[in-house]
């Protein structure tokens, strides 16, 4: 599974990307980013209100309860405003 980081998710992880092999029990984008946190404090601390992170899988935004497949792109950003 490839992972991206965009913005200041970016930044207080510390990688742009890294490709994983999540545990076999983590089978939704909810169980996903529960996993990341348990990672470590880089992690844990942005990723802990998922008011200000979204989500897409394979390009296309999703729920906390998207199921995920091996091999999916997922991507995690702030929320994005226009103006």
């Not at 599974?1 to 990307?17: P, V």
């Not at 999703?62 to 497949?69: A, E, F, I, T, Y």
Request: aromatic share 10%.
């Amino acid at each position: 599974m490839k992972l991206l980081y965009f913005a200041w998710l970016r930044t207080r992880i510390g990688t742009a990307e890294e490709d994983l092999d999540p545990p076999a029990d983590v089978v939704t984008v909810a169980a996903l980013v529960d996993w990341l946190s348990s990672r470590g404090p880089q992690f844990a601390e942005p990723l802990k209100n998922r008011k200000l992170v979204r989500v897409a899988v394979n390009k296309e935004y999703v729920g906390w309860d998207h199921p995920l497949r091996p091999g999916d792109e997922v991507a995690l950003f702030p929320p994005v405003t226009g103006g």
